[in-house]
């Protein structure tokens, strides 16, 4: 380092010690170039290295996990072709669907009933109050007296809650 301190120009080129020196100094300057150089190829080396580990590490994470993910769709998948498969369940999954449907029709029916006969209690009470069939009918359904298709419907509704023919 003392070498690389000491300009040129302290030396005489007349004393052969001095020229020795800096041939020396030269040489060891050189070293130095050719050994950074070398140390920097290796620390480049070593980055690209742990680069590409990284990137490896990196596929190998995305490569289980897509993995993982086609393996659970494909057991989700079975799962449901064994429970569509299997004949005791799909018949017990048609008989629980059949006693629901039934269920709601029962329930359907008697809300229809429970909507007539409250129709049919309020078309009395209006009779008794002294309202004829159109009056009644304009009251309840809200349609004027008329040909129009809504008032046609009403009044087959009216016949038929009243057994009118």
Same mark, same amino acid.
């Given at each position: 380092?003392?070498?690389? &301190?000491?300009?040129?120009?302290?030396?005489?080129?007349?004393?052969?010690?001095?020229?020795?020196?800096?041939?020396?100094?030269?040489?060891?300057?050189?070293?130095?170039?050719?050994?950074?150089?070398?140390?920097?190829?290796?620390?480049?080396?070593?980055?690209?290295?742990?680069?590409?580990? =990284?990137? @490896?590490?990196?596929?190998?994470?995305?490569?289980?996990?897509?993995?993982?993910?086609?393996? @659970?769709?494909?057991?989700?998948?079975?799962?449901?072709?064994?429970?569509?498969?299997?004949?005791?369940?799909? =018949? &017990?999954?048609?008989? @629980?669907?059949?006693?629901?449907?039934?269920?709601?029709?029962?329930?359907?029916?008697?809300?229809?009933?429970?909507?007539?006969?409250? &129709?049919? =209690?309020?078309? &009395?009470?209006?009779?008794?109050?002294?309202? /004829?069939?159109?009056?009644?009918?304009? =009251?309840?359904?809200?349609?004027?007296? /008329? /040909?129009?298709?809504?008032?046609?419907?009403?009044? @087959?509704?009216?016949?038929?809650?009243?057994?009118?023919?």
């Amino acid at each position: 380092v003392c070498l690389w &301190l000491a300009p040129p120009f302290i030396f005489s080129r007349k004393i052969p010690l001095h020229n020795f020196m800096q041939g020396v100094a030269l040489a060891s300057g050189f070293a130095c170039c050719f050994e950074a150089r070398r140390c920097a190829l290796k620390v480049a080396k070593a980055e690209e290295f742990e680069a590409m580990k =990284e990137r @490896a590490i990196d596929a190998d994470v995305a490569d289980e996990l897509s993995t993982s993910i086609y393996v @659970a769709e494909q057991q989700r998948r079975n799962e449901a072709e064994l429970l569509i498969a299997s004949s005791g369940d799909r =018949e &017990l999954l048609e008989r @629980a669907l059949a006693l629901s449907s039934e269920e709601d029709e029962q329930e359907n029916v008697q809300r229809d009933q429970n909507d007539d006969d409250e &129709l049919r =209690e309020r078309i &009395l009470q209006l009779q008794a109050r002294g309202y /004829g069939k159109g009056k009644i009918i304009s =009251e309840i359904w809200q349609v004027s007296k /008329g /040909g129009s298709e809504k008032y046609k419907a009403a009044e @087959a509704e009216y016949r038929r809650l009243t057994g009118e023919s």
